[in-house]
């Protein structure tokens, strides 16, 4: 479920497939994550992508590299996808999970995804069932469909986590919400297992959420 193909370019934007860049629009003094980021950082950032759009990701490597290190929180997502996918660099899952986790941490939505992914998958670090559902948690209320999916999916399942189709049914729900194109396909099965005063419950669970 690791989200291999998509990049970023930092808190709240959305995101493309097939590989694709964002260009920094401005270089500007900014504050992400509580540090304060100087226009030379984002001139690395800007390196990378002007490299990776020609293709040449050694150079978008090295760039992003500079960037991560002082602690800008898309080019720590994109070089974790670096890592991940073997592209500018040997594929290294260790760095994948280091680099996605800092991201993560700074708020990054898919870099929380993939951080839940590679827990489930022992990708990179112990597998951990809790901490995927955590990291899952917190990209699907920032309004992540895939990991909303992904919840519901598990809960439905219940092979990793305990089976709990009400919590399942609230996670469905919210990836409706946050517009997953199989969502309500899934919900509608789910509701059908569930009885009146479970389908009851779970609606108020998922209402309540919006709410917090």
């Keep these: 479920m690791f989200v291999a193909e998509r990049f970023s370019r930092g808190v709240g934007c959305n995101t493309m497939v097939c590989m ?17 980021f100087c226009p030379a950082l984002y001139a690395d950032y800007e390196e990378g992508v002007n490299a990776a759009f020609a293709g040449d990701f050694d150079t978008a490597f090295r760039e992003f590299s500079l960037a991560a290190e002082d602690g800008l ?5 994109n070089l974790a996808i670096l890592y991940f996918t073997g ?24 870099a929380q995804y993939n951080l839940g992914s590679l827990y489930l998958a022992g990708d990179g670090v112990a597998r951990d069932a809790e901490q995927a559902v955590a990291w899952f948690g917190k990209a699907a209320r920032a309004g992540h469909a895939n990991a909303a999916y992904a919840l519901a999916d598990l809960y439905q399942k219940g092979d990793d986590i305990g089976r709990d189709r009400i919590t399942a049914h609230a996670w469905a729900s919210q990836a409706v919400y946050n517009q997953h ?31 917090q």
């Design 73 to 77: 929180m898309m080019a720590q997502y």
């Design 87 to 110: 592209q500018g660099v040997e594929r290294d899952m260790d760095q994948a999970f280091r680099w996605t986790e800092a991201a993560a941490q700074q708020g990054h939505s898919d």
């Design 181 to 211: 194109p199989d969502a309500e396909q899934l919900k509608q099965d789910i509701e059908g297992r569930l009885d009146d005063e479970e389908l009851s419950q779970a609606r108020r669970l998922f209402a309540r959420w919006q709410i």
């Design 20 to 36: 694709m860049f964002f260009r920094v629009k401005a270089l500007v003094l900014l504050v992400l994550g509580g540090l304060l």
